[in-house]
């Protein structure tokens, strides 16, 4: 019942960089942070969408989050650490993720909670 700790937790988010078109954001490994990226390509391929307007990538992210920095845990893990070193996630990285957050683009109709 022992489950593996991710060796990068969370730490800020920074944003979009409409030149790279990726996400950045920052972890931690043990109190040293790790810059991290995600391109839009593959964030969009997590999230099942394709397309997404630069101003809603930080919602994106922040609903894709948790999946996100596991993949870029697991990237850090599977790599040499070295000092200074970017992780970037690219949609190869999604295509290949042994697990998600979620099991895919959900075929749910939209919410019908609406309130009279």
């Keep these: 019942m022992s489950r593996f700790l991710m060796p990068l937790t969370r730490d ?9 078109l990726a996400f950045k954001f920052t972890m931690l490994n043990d109190g ?23 101003i809603a990538r930080q919602a994106q992210f922040v609903a894709l989050r948790d999946a996100v920095e ?30 998600r957050s979620t099991s895919g683009p959900s075929n749910e109709p939209a919410a019908h909670h609406q309130m009279g």
């Design 32 to 54: 040293e942070t790790v810059e991290c990226q995600i391109s839009d390509a593959a964030m969009d391929e997590l999230g099942g969408v394709r397309g997404t307007e630069s």
């Design 70 to 99: 596991e993949i870029a845990s697991d990237l850090f893990d599977r790599g040499p650490v070295v000092k200074g070193q970017v992780v970037r996630i690219f949609t190869k990285h999604i295509k290949g993720a042994p697990s």
């Design 12 to 20: 800020r988010i920074v944003g979009h960089d409409n030149e790279r």
